[in-house]
């Protein structure tokens, strides 16, 4: 794998929920393509740019190309409780929270029955 030089990316540095432990091995949203990726060691593994499984597969084009962040070293700085704690909080700070009553403009009066129009003339 070709060495990748950008700086050692910290998985407490991302976001709570981009980082998962819910499975086997821990899994992290890739900073390059945004694509879900497993951690097995202590780099970024290949994958290509536009990792979605849903996209059809073309064998006949062109290959895809390589994610930028590929081989990108990953220093695992972070425990499951903490990753937990951490999107509790977050999701219950007060700032995420909107107003719960919406003020909405008056509407005007409804116009009067057309039959009551041509009296009033």
């Known amino acids: 794998m070709p060495k990748n030089t950008a700086p050692v990316l910290l998985v407490s540095s991302l976001p ?3 980082v998962d432990f819910t499975r086997r091995l821990p899994m992290i949203v890739c900073p390059g393509c945004g694509s879900w990726v497993t951690l097995s060691g202590s780099h970024l593994p290949v994958h290509r740019g536009d990792n979605r499984p849903d996209a059809p597969r073309d064998h006949t084009g062109p290959r895809r190309p390589r994610c930028t962040a ?3 070293a990953v220093r695992m700085d972070t425990t499951a ?8 909080r977050d999701e219950y700070d007060g700032r995420n929270r909107h107003r719960t009553r919406t003020a909405h403009p008056m509407a005007p009066a409804p116009l009067p029955p057309v039959h009551h129009m041509a009296m009033a003339r």
């Open 16 to 18: 709570a929920n981009m």
């Open 70 to 72: 590929s081989g990108r």
């Open 81 to 88: 409780a903490e990753v937990g704690a951490r999107l509790f």
